[in-house]
């Protein structure tokens, strides 16, 4: 019953933000995502409404609904495919599988360099601004599991931080993790519309009302939801489909709890990674159909819109699991963080994005900034805004790079539960993430994914100004 009433509260709000969206000037120009309306305004009801009018639903509710949502939207993820848009030879398919990889590869130590700088970063400024405030700097520590991670994340490794002693932890995390929603948007959508205006969105087309509005009409209806590969009077497509993921989160979940069990530091980390294990098994299970010679049971263009639901719900949930309450007397300290890690993440992710190497490398900064400030649905969402079928393959390369991600975050997070149970320095931390990023930086440098610009993003740069 409190789930249906959860989705029914989301729901109101989804609504209103599509009201709004296609309303007023600002939101329709600036192309602002009707997710993060509702989101926002979802956060505000559920903190300032009495339990009367919220039917006893609470932040906390949304923070367990969000953490499952997490881990279905990368199953969905690894399920899907990078869109085709037309034939191709057997040389284009090679050369798009190196671009596959090297993508993936770049992208992904991005990513590693994001994750440690940030935590770096972030303990530094609230041991500057925040002794005024009375918050520990390792609250700072947390920022890279609401920006780099998410709110799955954030759940579940601040409340190990608050188990270790820092109270009010999770909403800490929380709070990081929502604003790390709206930074992606705030920085992310001005970035794409400027991209659109250069001619940067390859599969863009042409800006239209519909476009603006956030909605078709009956006579602009032409986009399908995809094709039934199942006879709906047995199963529908949509049934398999979602049956298939709930399937692999079983799985999953015990892959997690198994490698829980490990001793110490790697124990805690590696058993809140629900979401790589069933990305992973999601490969598994696609690779295995395709050995079968079922894969056609798959329809991509389904699969890619239950990525889509589950991208918008997993925003305005995110919002609505903060709690205002407990961290309102933190918030001038963890505001400055929130605002110079955003800003860090998205001159990084352009800085680094420009040089990857390939016709997509506008893609690839845009699911950046989206990931590296929110989460991969975040970033999916973005690239939407310039790639709205999803046609090219950066989403998988985003699902991808996520292995290049867990072979790094695991190390660092174990330092910071160390820094945070007081068994280990900061500078610890320090020396390892400035060994890291030069080791990343090589790493790119030797694959082809630290090369020349190959868009621009200057304000007086020519239309289309992609190098390749």
Not at 309 to 325: E, K, N, R
Not at 353 to 381: K, M, N, V
């Amino acid at each position: 019953m409190e789930l249906i009433i959860a989705f029914a509260l989301g729901s109101v709000f989804i609504f209103t933000g599509m009201f709004l969206r296609s309303k007023i000037k600002l939101f329709k120009n600036m192309y602002v995502p009707a997710t993060v309306i509702a989101g926002i305004l979802g956060c505000i009801f559920i903190n300032v409404a009495s339990s009367d009018y919220t039917f006893g639903i609470d932040q906390s509710y949304y923070a367990n609904i969000v953490g499952y949502m997490f881990i279905l939207s990368f199953i969905s993820i690894g399920l899907s495919s990078a869109g085709e848009s037309a034939p191709r030879s057997r040389e284009e398919k090679a050369k798009g599988a190196k671009n596959l990889i090297i993508g993936s590869i770049g992208m992904g130590c991005i990513w590693n360099i994001l994750y440690g700088l940030s935590a770096v970063v972030g303990f530094g400024i609230l041991y500057v601004v925040g002794q005024p405030f009375g918050i520990n700097p390792r609250y700072g520590l947390m920022i890279p599991w609401g920006f780099c991670e998410g709110p799955g994340l954030a759940v579940s490794f601040g409340s190990i931080f608050e188990d270790l002693g820092l109270e009010n932890a999770v909403s800490v995390a929380l709070t990081f993790a929502a604003t790390g929603f709206l930074s992606a948007f705030l920085l992310g959508v001005p970035i794409a519309k400027f991209g659109i205006k250069k001619g940067l969105g390859k599969y863009f087309g042409k800006a239209d009302e519909a476009v603006a509005r956030g909605y078709y009409k009956a006579d602009e209806q032409k986009e399908s939801l995809g094709t039934a590969t199942t006879y709906s009077g047995s199963l529908e497509t949509f049934t398999f489909h979602i049956g298939l993921m709930m399937l692999i989160f079983l799985v999953a979940e015990q892959i997690n709890k198994l490698l829980g069990m490990l001793p110490g530091n790697i124990g805690v980390t590696l058993g809140g990674l629900t979401f790589m294990y069933g990305l992973l098994m999601a490969y598994v299970v696609k690779f295995v159909l395709k050995k079968l010679k079922i894969d056609y049971l798959l329809n991509n263009t389904l699969q890619s819109k239950i990525t889509g639901f589950l991208s918008d719900f997993l925003v305005v949930f995110a919002f609505m699991a903060v709690q205002f309450a407990t961290v309102q007397k933190w918030i001038v300290p963890l505001l400055i963080e929130i605002v110079i890690v955003a800003l860090m993440t998205a001159a990084v992710c352009i800085f680094l994005g420009q040089r990857l190497g390939s016709e997509y490398d506008f893609e690839r900064t845009l699911g950046l900034i989206g990931t590296c400030c929110g989460t991969a649905p975040s970033g999916i969402a973005l690239i939407r805004i310039i790639d709205p079928k999803l046609q090219s393959p950066t989403p998988v390369e985003m699902g991808l790079m996520t292995w290049i991600e867990l072979i790094y975050m695991t190390w660092p997070a174990s330092i910071m539960f160390g820094i945070a149970g007081g068994t280990m320095s900061i500078n610890t931390l320090l020396i390892f993430v400035a060994v890291t990023t030069i080791g990343m930086l090589i790493v790119m440098k030797m694959i082809g994914a630290l090369g020349p610009k190959t868009f621009s993003l200057n304000l007086f740069a020519k239309k289309n100004t992609r190098a390749l």
